[in-house]
């Protein structure tokens, strides 16, 4: 193909998705809204209802903001050619390929986040404020910046350094090398996530002893979970909003507590809701999960390869000769209607697996517990309880509340 027919390829892609997008949240926001369910109003108050329906519409219209203006600016830079003109004129400072990749990338990510840090202010002091979800300070929020930047450097600037040296090196068969590679990396990242990465920014402490923690002990006995590893994360630090989660491999598998999430649960909820986690390791939904991302990333990877030494995508935007960061910039919007494709499988995938782990929290332990403390979270979370269907099928990696509940009474 052209470079003219690549572009507008782009373009067209690029469109279609910011279309597609603003329609589904707009159908969302508009979609019918429910009396009160009479299964909810133990937990929802009439006027936490009210609220959570706000919060929806300041989300909206927060969204629509700053998706049309990064819309704006993006088209802009597209038509202007600027990303090939930049890649240009920074070989001029930076000739060697892999050090110009590096920093091609680097300055349009942190200029990129510089110029949004308005925004995500916003999002942050005023709508999360506003609706009493945010404890972060302006001094976490920055120190957040700086160590996201320390290991963005670190981790993405060693992958991207082994990625541009394969690529220039080996040529076309790079991307067996490459996702061999980073199939090791997941795994490792996978095991280790909270022992390297997760300190960083959150604490980690052992579930103290006592009757929670027996409780929790008693149930994994009675379901041959080898639980070893029990935590609590100090997630009040930057929101009062309340989860848990199932993390690593192994010896190095962790469930991990929010401390929100303690404060506003009974016991036989937080029993409940880690049964739930405890369905998703008996299911062996992460090792599945793991092995479908490896075959998708191996498949872009291949896919990749064919595209990535043609100078046409370049061209297309705006560079006078080939380069790796504009083939791989060009390569992400062609990439997009299949990646829209394999997302929509993920979230099928994970919504099935979110009614499993529910079923076996239920057939295991209590129902009745799990409900409950599925209606807190909903309620503490101001979510969406009744959510467009095509919007759920989009962007739903759980199920909604409701669906959850009814399935529970199966």
Same mark, same amino acid.
């Given at each position: 193909m052209t470079p003219e027919i690549i572009f507008a390829l782009i373009l067209a892609i690029y469109v279609f998705d910011f279309v597609l997008e603003n329609y589904l949240d707009y159908l969302n926001l508009q979609y019918k809204k429910l009396p009160l369910p009479a299964e909810l109003a133990s937990i929802y108050t009439p006027e936490e209802y009210q609220k959570s329906l706000a919060y929806q519409r300041a989300n909206f219209n927060f969204g629509f +903001?700053?998706?049309?203006?990064?819309?704006?600016? !993006? #088209?802009?830079?597209?038509? !202007? @050619?600027? =990303? $090939? =003109?930049?890649?240009?004129?920074?070989? %001029? =400072? *930076?000739?060697?390929?892999?050090?110009?990749? +590096?920093?091609?990338?680097?300055? /349009?990510?942190?200029? $990129?986040? *510089? /110029?949004?840090?308005?925004?995500?202010?916003?999002?942050?002091?005023?709508?999360?404020?506003?609706? @009493?979800? %945010?404890?972060t300070t302006p001094r976490l929020f920055m120190l957040d910046k700086i160590?996201?930047? +320390? +290991?963005? $450097? #670190?981790? &993405? @600037?060693?992958?991207?350094?082994? =990625?541009?040296? #394969?690529? #220039?090196? *080996? &040529?076309? *068969?790079?991307w067996l090398y490459f996702w061999l590679i980073s199939l090791a990396f997941s795994l490792f990242m996978s095991v280790f996530y909270t022992n390297l990465i997760l300190p960083w920014f959150n604490k980690l402490t052992p579930l103290p002893e006592g009757e929670l923690r027996q409780a929790i002990e008693s149930y994994c006995q009675k379901v041959n979970f080898p639980l070893t590893n029990l935590f609590v994360i100090d997630g009040s630090k930057r929101s009062t909003k309340a989860n848990a989660f199932f993390t690593g491999l192994g010896k190095q598998k962790k469930v991990v507590l929010y401390d929100t999430l303690i404060e506003k649960h009974s016991q036989e909820e937080l029993v409940a809701v880690l049964a739930h986690e405890v369905g998703h390791y008996k299911k062996r939904h992460i090792p599945v999960s793991l092995t479908i991302s490896a075959l998708q990333t191996g498949l872009i990877l291949y896919v990749l390869s064919l595209f990535i030494f043609n100078p046409s995508l370049s061209q297309a935007l705006g560079a006078k000769e080939w380069s790796i960061p504009l083939n791989l910039m060009a390569f992400s919007y062609l990439l997009s209607p299949i990646s829209m494709l394999i997302g929509l499988l993920f979230n099928q995938l994970s919504r099935k697996n979110e009614f499993e782990a529910d079923r076996y929290a239920r057939d295991t332990y209590e129902a009745e517990a799990l409900a409950t403390a599925l209606k807190k979270l909903s309620a503490s979370n101001l979510s969406n309880l009744n959510p467009h269907p095509w919007y759920v099928f989009f962007h739903y990696s759980h199920p909604p509340l409701l669906q959850r509940l009814r399935a529970l009474r199966s």
């Open positions: +903001l700053s998706g049309g203006l990064s819309f704006v600016v !993006t #088209l802009i830079l597209l038509l !202007t @050619g600027f =990303f $090939g =003109f930049f890649s240009d004129y920074l070989k %001029n =400072f *930076i000739p060697h390929p892999i050090a110009h990749g +590096l920093a091609y990338f680097a300055i /349009l990510s942190v200029v $990129g986040d *510089i /110029l949004t840090l308005p925004l995500q202010w916003y999002a942050i002091f005023v709508i999360e404020e506003k609706f @009493g979800f %945010n404890k160590k996201g930047y +320390l +290991l963005g $450097g #670190l981790i &993405g @600037g060693l992958l991207g350094w082994v =990625f541009l040296y #394969l690529v #220039l090196e *080996i &040529g076309q *068969i790079f």
